[in-house]
């Protein structure tokens, strides 16, 4: 007699926001987003290995998003279903009973939040519904990673306590209660809260490798972009992430084709950057302006630094194009940066992702957000410039002027000593350019 066999994952559009709801502290709703899709990935990579091997067919039973959606994000090769019922026990129980009503007589439905299950794993649970009627997967939080059938059972999913240490005592007891018999598998761990991330670290081995993210934030940048992204990736990067603030013009599009991940947040800087450090996977993250470009080699540079016990560090800062008074610009910058440890954000920060996310990221500031986070850090450890420089553009020089600009810049750092507001800094910032602009 053949079988029909079935693997059913339940899983959800990575929508920031609605997805990982209890990592969103550790990594911000972006990065529980981004952390989601990758498990998923992995998850439906291990289905496709199983059927591969056996010919066992795969259904995504989805939340969130739609059909086109989920079929753009995970292919095409496999049937896709949205989710039906209250609670996670009805949306079992009618996945299950729409399985069977197509004619399965095996079927064993996952997560995709455990990235320890195998193929083999799998595998070895659709063997087991060849002698027991259940079979478990128990999880280490005391639910389950898995659980298979071979017909439908009543009321196994209703009364269960969801989301606590109780769900696979419960529903052994609720199994016993029909006299049904299970097997259980090797006990697994899901990553659920920031305890778990260790987890996926261990397994994966994606964040806690020599890798390095490169993060962009962008306002209207699609003149600027494109060289910033190229100068990025000649260093082999991880990735390139670029924040798009709202743009009006062509940023996004520019940023896509130049071949950066590009994500949409809310406008502001500190607010960017702490979202595209959210998505981030590598070890070490870098954050450049969208007017810099970073020097041939810039990653040997910033693992040199960091592996030698910095806490971070920034580039030499350079000017591209020439103006009068460009020199002295440099002169001054430069020494800031190395005799009082102050370099700026257009000087390309970089730090460990795990200190940037002990520190809290940037500090969600209309402007100086560089500044407080730059002497934060210098509270933390030891802050190194590398020997290379980055070249960022003349723009604001031309249009100002170098003392009318080195002005406004010194009046704004007083004010922040003096406990202006960082919202009236902002506001004084704004109107003096426009000012400098109009005359």
Same mark, same amino acid.
């Given at each position: 007699?053949?079988?029909?066999?079935?693997?059913?994952?339940?899983?959800?559009?990575?929508?920031?926001?609605?997805?990982?709801?209890?990592?969103?502290?550790?990594?911000?709703?972006?990065?529980?987003?981004?952390?989601?899709?990758?498990?998923?990935?992995?998850?439906?990579?291990?289905?496709? +290995?199983?059927?591969?091997?056996?010919?066992?067919?795969?259904?995504?039973?989805?939340?969130?998003?739609?059909?086109?959606?989920?079929?753009?994000?995970?292919?095409?090769?496999?049937?896709?279903?949205?989710?039906?019922?209250?609670?996670?026990? +009805?949306?079992?129980?009618?996945?299950?009973?729409?399985?069977?009503?197509?004619?399965?007589?095996?079927?064993?439905?996952?997560?995709?939040?455990?990235?320890?299950?195998?193929?083999?794993?799998?595998?070895?649970?659709?063997?087991?519904?060849?002698?027991?009627?259940?079979?478990?997967?128990?999880?280490?939080?005391?639910? @389950?990673?898995?659980?298979?059938?071979?017909?439908?059972?009543?009321?196994?999913?209703?009364?269960?306590?969801?989301?606590?240490?109780?769900?696979?005592?419960?529903?052994?007891?609720?199994?016993?209660?029909?006299?049904?018999?299970?097997?259980?598998?090797?006990?697994?761990?899901?990553?659920?809260?920031?305890?778990?991330?260790?987890?996926? +670290?261990?397994?994966?081995?994606?964040?806690?490798?020599?890798?390095?993210?490169?993060?962009?934030?962008?306002?209207?940048?699609?003149?600027?972009?494109?060289?910033?992204?190229?100068?990025?990736?000649?260093?082999?990067?991880?990735?390139?992430?670029?924040?798009?603030?709202?743009?009006?013009?062509?940023?996004?599009?520019?940023?896509?084709?130049?071949?950066?991940?590009?994500?949409?947040?809310?406008?502001?800087?500190?607010?960017?950057?702490?979202?595209?450090?959210?998505?981030?996977?590598?070890?070490?993250?870098?954050?450049?302006?969208?007017?810099?470009?970073?020097?041939?080699? @810039?990653?040997?540079?910033?693992?040199?630094?960091?592996?030698?016990?910095?806490?971070?560090?920034?580039?030499?800062?350079?000017?591209?194009?020439?103006?009068?008074?460009?020199?002295?610009?440099?002169?001054?910058?430069?020494?800031?940066?190395?005799?009082?440890?102050?370099? @700026?954000?257009?000087?390309?920060?970089?730090?460990?992702?795990?200190?940037?996310?002990?520190?809290?990221?940037?500090?969600?500031?209309?402007?100086? +957000?560089? @500044?407080?986070?730059?002497?934060?850090?210098?509270?933390?450890?030891?802050?190194?410039?590398?020997?290379?420089?980055?070249?960022?553009?003349?723009?604001?020089?031309?249009?100002?002027?170098?003392?009318?600009?080195?002005?406004?810049?010194?009046?704004?750092?007083?004010?922040?000593?003096?406990?202006?507001?960082?919202?009236?800094?902002?506001?004084?910032?704004?109107?003096?350019?426009?000012?400098?602009?109009?005359?």
């Amino acid at each position: 007699m053949t079988h029909q066999k079935k693997l059913i994952i339940f899983t959800r559009y990575p929508e920031p926001g609605t997805t990982k709801t209890r990592l969103i502290g550790a990594l911000g709703a972006y990065g529980a987003a981004e952390l989601h899709r990758q498990m998923a990935e992995t998850a439906v990579g291990v289905a496709r +290995e199983l059927s591969a091997s056996t010919g066992i067919a795969i259904e995504i039973q989805f939340a969130g998003g739609d059909d086109s959606r989920m079929r753009q994000w995970l292919g095409n090769d496999m049937e896709y279903v949205g989710q039906i019922g209250m609670d996670l026990g +009805e949306r079992m129980d009618n996945a299950f009973n729409a399985g069977f009503n197509q004619g399965c007589d095996r079927i064993v439905l996952i997560g995709s939040d455990c990235p320890e299950l195998t193929a083999d794993i799998l595998e070895e649970a659709f063997k087991a519904l060849d002698h027991h009627p259940v079979v478990l997967g128990p999880a280490t939080d005391g639910g @389950y990673y898995l659980i298979g059938l071979k017909k439908r059972l009543l009321n196994i999913f209703q009364d269960i306590p969801w989301g606590t240490e109780n769900v696979l005592k419960e529903t052994c007891k609720a199994l016993s209660s029909i006299e049904v018999s299970c097997v259980l598998l090797e006990q697994l761990s899901d990553v659920d809260t920031p305890e778990d991330l260790h987890i996926w +670290e261990e397994t994966q081995g994606a964040w806690n490798n020599n890798s390095l993210s490169v993060i962009i934030p962008a306002l209207n940048e699609s003149a600027q972009i494109q060289a910033a992204i190229q100068s990025a990736r000649k260093g082999f990067p991880l990735e390139v992430i670029v924040v798009d603030g709202g743009s009006g013009d062509d940023t996004v599009q520019v940023a896509s084709k130049a071949g950066a991940t590009v994500i949409q947040s809310p406008r502001g800087r500190a607010v960017q950057m702490n979202a595209g450090a959210g998505i981030s996977r590598g070890c070490y993250l870098l954050f450049l302006h969208a007017d810099t470009r970073l020097p041939d080699g @810039y990653p040997v540079h910033i693992r040199k630094i960091l592996n030698d016990s910095a806490i971070g560090g920034a580039f030499r800062f350079g000017i591209a194009q020439p103006f009068s008074g460009r020199r002295l610009v440099e002169w001054m910058t430069n020494f800031r940066a190395r005799h009082f440890l102050m370099p @700026y954000g257009d000087q390309a920060i970089f730090i460990r992702r795990q200190d940037f996310i002990e520190m809290g990221g940037y500090k969600p500031m209309p402007i100086m +957000e560089d @500044y407080e986070f730059i002497r934060r850090l210098r509270r933390k450890g030891r802050i190194v410039i590398a020997d290379a420089t980055v070249l960022t553009s003349g723009r604001r020089w031309f249009w100002l002027g170098v003392l009318r600009t080195t002005l406004i810049n010194q009046l704004v750092i007083a004010g922040y000593h003096c406990g202006v507001a960082p919202e009236k800094l902002g506001k004084f910032y704004r109107n003096a350019k426009n000012w400098q602009l109009r005359c």
